[in-house]
């Protein structure tokens, strides 16, 4: 008996010992290879349409637990507040004016736009396949829907997804019909108004494309390029169509939130990310990688119930206010990043810098760059480096901030923001620190930074003199 007892607990040793190093093993492997990276970017998604910032309707609770985790950005930024000029910036580190992504004509590229991303711009996948990495894009583009636009010639190894909005071929509907309905939570236009492409890498596979089913599909792909590419480091772009208008969601997620269709939509998201972190975790890749979880531009005031929510922040997307460039931002990766709240500033533009830091990769050196490398706030929370930031919307410089004040010198229409570009008789000025609802012009109390700031900005004016010609204005030969 005594010799039975002994055995068992020379192999329940053993199995500890085994699993000790099994452990510090895997925690080794994962912590000396180059972390891979995932963006998982929404699009028209407002600052308080998820619960951790402070919605009180909408039930996220996988992006909560990220924050948790991770780290919550509240003053995160876009470098635009339209599509294509904001995920230009992205992919670049640059302001769009300088790639010529973005236009006082033409906001973004549309379906008949002969140009998009030059292949003179380097792209955050162009920077990381150089460091070894598999590169893959799931979901909406919007930098050029041409063949030799697409993200394979663009540094991506894989594509699949809509390349530009889901709203465009539609027939005016959008415009019409649907703004008919927009006091109704639940209205669901008909997916075949929409006559969308699908396409995966250069190929059209589905038009129109069943936009009910496009988040889960979304999903399922981006779960298989991560199983795919467990053993090497990879780039994920993850970036949903979803909640621009029109709205949709899977059968599984309509009226589930018993809220609105727009509730229901941002659920079925927030579920995606849970199935992204769940692959990563199963994968044992959860401690070597960074998933940022942000927005491209803030919510479509216009489309009322169907357009989400900035918060306390003022107006929304298309607009150079906080709403429309202020956008809900969490960094997560247990293994690196340090978990806690920033209220520093941070854009989308620091992304490339960050990556390269982050990987060992090189930002270009031929060009100027507007990011800056945020890797130590995510590891140490050490104070961040960018203090400044330049409102720029459709070609045209709008505002600047340094350190809490802004300073307003155009503006577009807080709701309706098709209408033209307001130059400002005076400059407006907001101490954001106290003001973050943007209502309180205190230019008349600070007179001297008021001219300051206004000598940075010309200062940056003459910066981007000389930039890429307007690549958005252009339109293929009608057939």
């Known amino acids: 008996m005594g010799l039975e007892i002994r055995e068992e607990g020379f192999k329940m040793k053993n199995i500890i010992i085994f699993l000790i ?101 380097v792209t955050i996948a162009e920077v990381l396949k150089d460091q070894g990495y598999a590169t893959g894009a799931v979901g909406k583009w919007h930098l050029g829907h041409l063949p030799k636009f697409l993200p394979l010639q663009q540094g991506f190894d894989s594509y699949y997804g809509v390349p530009y909005s889901n709203d465009m071929v539609n027939n005016g509907f959008t415009g019409h019909v649907y703004r008919k309905n927009i006091l109704d939570p639940y209205f669901q236009a008909p997916a075949t108004k929409f006559n969308v492409a699908l396409v995966e890498n250069t190929i059209e596979i589905e038009r129109p494309v069943d936009q009910t089913t496009i988040t889960k599909r979304y999903t399922k792909k981006a779960v298989e390029f991560i199983d795919k590419n467990k053993n090497q480091s990879f780039f994920l772009y993850l970036a949903h169509s979803m909640p621009h208008i029109p709205l949709f969601a899977s059968d599984d997620f309509m009226g589930r939130s018993k809220a609105s269709l727009y509730v229901d939509v941002i659920e079925e998201i927030d579920w995606s990310v849970g199935q992204v972190i769940d692959a990563l975790k199963r994968n044992n890749l959860d401690r070597n990688t960074i998933v ?42 247990p293994g690196i990043v340090k978990p806690g709240v920033v209220n520093q500033m941070g854009s989308t533009l620091d992304l490339i810098n960050t990556f390269a830091s982050l990987s060992g990769g090189k930002v270009p050196k031929d060009r100027k760059m507007d990011g800056y490398d945020l890797s130590k706030v995510l590891k140490e929370k050490a104070e961040s480096p960018r203090k400044d930031f330049y409102y720029w919307g459709f070609a045209q410089l709008h505002g600047y901030r340094t350190e809490q004040f802004k300073l307003h010198i155009k503006q577009r229409e807080p709701v309706y923001y098709g209408r033209p570009t307001i130059i400002l008789d005076k400059p407006e000025l907001y101490n954001l620190r106290a003001d973050i609802s943007e209502k309180y012009d205190v230019a008349m109390d600070h007179p001297d930074l008021v001219d300051k700031m206004l000598d940075k900005i010309e200062k940056h004016l003459k910066d981007v003199e000389g930039s890429t010609p307007d690549q958005l204005v252009e339109r293929l030969p009608k057939k």
């Open 21 to 121: 190093v099994f452990n510090v093993t895997l925690l080794f492997s994962q912590s000396n290879d180059k972390p891979n990276f995932v963006v998982i970017f929404c699009d028209d998604l407002g600052y308080g349409d998820i619960g951790v910032f402070g919605s009180p309707i909408i039930r996220t609770p996988n992006i909560d637990e990220m924050a948790s985790e991770g780290q919550k950005w509240t003053q995160f930024y876009v470098a635009d507040p339209v599509c294509t000029p904001s995920r230009a910036a992205l992919m670049t580190g640059r302001y769009p004016i300088r790639s010529g992504m973005t236009s006082s004509k033409r906001a973004v590229l549309f379906p008949d736009s002969a140009n998009g991303l030059k292949h003179e711009e």
């Open 292 to 333: 940022v979880f942000s927005s491209d531009n803030g919510p479509w005031l216009s489309f009322k119930i169907h357009g989400g929510s900035a918060g306390p922040l003022r107006a929304g997307k298309g607009t150079t206010f906080e709403g429309g460039q202020r956008v809900p931002t969490v960094f997560w990766g």
